[in-house]
């Protein structure tokens, strides 16, 4: 059962418009939310992150909002380079015997074109 | 500082084998969490120990197991190997329980 979801497989975006990411999830205990960034053959690379307590945290280019009511948070990305063409990969937390599982959603692969 | 190593990087196995896969977390981290990637399934949690004690385990079969040393590496092992197992499993150590950073990943395919 999938509890995080990104319905969006792929996105295109050109150099310098705003790149948005969608999430949705289903599973209301989830606490901390996390997105990351990930290039063929490495690991996942840690973008930024938000809490339950908060709707919005911003670091430079990348933006998250989360929208507790709806289940559903989004990256922007603003302005978008082509160094930001990667998979991404949302991610959330829920507290299990005093330790954490991320969930992840399947990935949406982002292209950004000059 | 040094990130999180996972050895070998990649893999080939026979179905029925056993493997071991390694991860040395980075230094001071006592989380290590592990994950299987798959095209079809995505990124899936399969365990995270602390402190050399497992704490969570996802939803896979008995055939997948790890452990901990008191330095905080971790080993991955699975057992009786399926074609289905073929997937980059992944390592990712924590401090605080919310920044998991990843490492390379172990690409295992099983023939």
């Known amino acids: 059962d999938q509890q995080v979801k990104q319905n969006s497989p792929s996105l295109s975006v050109q150099e310098g418009r705003i790149s948005i990411l969608n999430c949705d999830y289903t599973?209301?205990?989830?606490?901390?939310f996390l997105w990351y960034k990930k290039y063929p053959a490495e690991g996942p690379t840690f973008l930024i992150s938000i809490s339950s307590i908060k709707d919005k945290n911003e670091d430079g280019r990348f933006t998250v909002f989360l929208n507790k009511s709806a289940k559903h948070l989004s990256l922007h990305i603003v302005p978008s380079q082509p160094g930001d063409s990667a998979v991404y990969f949302c991610a959330a937390t829920r507290r299990l015997n005093s330790g954490y599982a991320l969930n992840f959603g399947k990935g949406t692969s982002l292209l950004v074109t000059p | 500082k040094a990130g999180v190593t996972q050895t070998p990087r990649y893999l080939i196995k026979t179905r029925g084998q056993q493997v071991t896969l390694s991860c040395s977390p980075i230094?001071?981290?006592?989380?290590v969490s592990w994950y299987q990637q798959t095209p079809g399934q995505g990124l899936q949690f399969l365990f995270e120990?602390?402190?050399?004690?497992?704490?969570n385990k996802g939803n896979f079969p008995g055939r997948f197991s790890g452990r901990q040393f008191s330095n905080s590496r971790s080993e991955m092992n699975v057992s009786t190997l399926e074609l289905g197992d073929s997937a980059l499993y992944l390592c990712?150590?924590?401090?605080?329980?919310?920044?998991?950073?990843f490492g390379s990943g172990t690409r295992l395919t099983v023939v």
């Open positions: 599973n209301s205990m989830f606490d901390y």
């Open positions: 120990y602390f402190s050399e004690t497992q704490r």
């Open positions: 230094s001071g981290h006592r989380s």
């Open positions: 990712a150590s924590s401090f605080d329980n919310y920044g998991y950073t």
